[in-house]
């Protein structure tokens, strides 16, 4: 059982490049997210997913884009890199309602 | 929205000693409260979690406490060991239909040998 799968863990771009982290889960999680974290700034929400085909914005959604066409995947969309982008990105999947949030292990991104 | 406020920023605790940290929450409407920890260069991983309607939880040395009248929660550790060294993030989660976990911005806990 893999849980959450993120790739790639590392990226370095140039700023304007534009790129995809992808993400999978195979808990059957109709629940899904992403989160960027920064240093003091503890994990904001980027975007969200509560099923196929829905998703909606978080605290930090500007510069970022994602789609939910199947259940096991909620990629993120870096549209055009600026160096404010530079961070963690962390992808987590959970059952709907209160319950644990598993999360991926990491994309680290440089924006130079 | 959600808006989750923790305290201290940074934690320093000689091992065997006692740990708190306290968080505070805005949306009256939250009705679950996990708290996560995070090792140097590793995922947030979930170690305790308390509903609305328990007062306080306790799970071996860790325990979470809420006060839903003064909307907020705290974790605490009691003899403390170096593995506890860490980042901890407290969270809030709204009701179901608003599914967005909100957390706060982390303590950095040490233990001292």
């Known amino acids: 059982n893999a849980g959450v799968t993120q790739t790639p863990k590392f990226q370095v771009l140039k700023t304007g490049q534009s790129m995809t982290l992808q993400c999978a889960q195979d808990m059957n999680h109709e629940y899904m997210s992403w989160y960027r974290q920064d240093p003091g700034m503890g994990l904001r929400l980027i975007h969200y997913?509560?099923?196929?085909?829905?998703?909606d914005q978080g605290e930090v959604p500007n510069g970022y884009n994602v789609s939910r066409s199947t259940t096991e995947d909620f990629p993120l969309r870096l549209l055009s890199a600026a160096p404010s982008q530079t961070s963690v990105y962390f992808c987590?999947?959970?059952?709907?309602?209160?319950?644990?949030?598993?999360f991926g292990e990491g994309s680290r991104l440089t924006v130079l | 929205g959600e808006n989750v406020e923790q305290h201290p920023s940074t934690l320093s605790v000689q091992e065997g000693d006692s740990a708190v940290i306290k968080c505070t929450y805005s949306?009256?409407?939250?009705?679950?409260f996990p708290w996560y920890k995070q090792e140097l260069g590793k995922r947030p991983q979930l170690i305790i979690d308390?509903?609305?309607?328990?007062g306080e939880k306790k799970d071996q040395r860790i325990a979470v406490t809420l006060n839903k009248t003064a909307k907020h929660f705290s974790l605490h550790i009691t003899e403390t060991q170096p593995e506890d060294s860490a980042v901890y993030f407290c969270a809030a989660r709204g009701h179901f239909g608003n599914e967005k976990l909100t957390f706060g911005t982390g303590t950095r806990l040490t233990i001292i040998p």
């Open positions: 308390i509903r609305s309607n328990v």
């Open positions: 997913s509560v099923g196929a085909g829905i998703t």
């Open positions: 987590a999947s959970s059952s709907p309602g209160p319950g644990e949030l598993f």
């Open positions: 949306d009256s409407a939250s009705n679950y």
